[in-house]
């Protein structure tokens, strides 16, 4: 089993900045590629940016040019870091773990808040 810990979420204006980190502990040897996810309350949720254990790395759209996806494999920790944050931008965000097992999502953490004030 693996456990993800997400920190960092708060509140911010726009404009402002926020880095979230996501720890994980127990059987790291059974995930690559960490993802930030977000879901906006009344809508799905989506994908923000990916990284694999080897550091390469994938971003939506809508976040490429203000987020950084980055990750600490001594530490067993990701990073998100969040600039020029937008109202849109507010969201629950989770960080999830791809098994190398069933190449499936299948570890996620509790997720942080992320408000961002016009």
């Known amino acids: 089993q693996v456990q993800l810990v997400e920190s960092g979420g708060g509140m911010v204006q726009a404009g402002g900045s926020l880095r979230l980190s996501c720890a994980a502990s127990?059987?790291?040897?059974?995930?690559?590629?960490i993802a930030w996810y977000r879901q906006a309350p009344g809508k799905q949720r989506e994908s923000v940016a990916t990284?694999?254990?080897?550091?390469?790395?994938n971003y939506a759209d809508s976040v490429k040019g203000r987020f950084t996806i980055s990750r600490d494999n001594a530490k067993n920790t990701v990073y998100l870091q969040m600039t020029s944050l937008k109202p849109e931008d507010t969201a629950v965000y989770y960080c999830?773990?791809?098994?190398?097992?069933?190449?499936?999502?299948?570890?996620w953490g509790q997720g942080t808040q992320v408000t961002v004030s016009a």
């Open positions: 999830a773990a791809q098994s190398v097992a069933t190449y499936g999502y299948d570890y």
């Open positions: 127990g059987s790291i040897f059974s995930i690559n590629t």
């Open positions: 990284i694999t254990y080897g550091g390469s790395t």
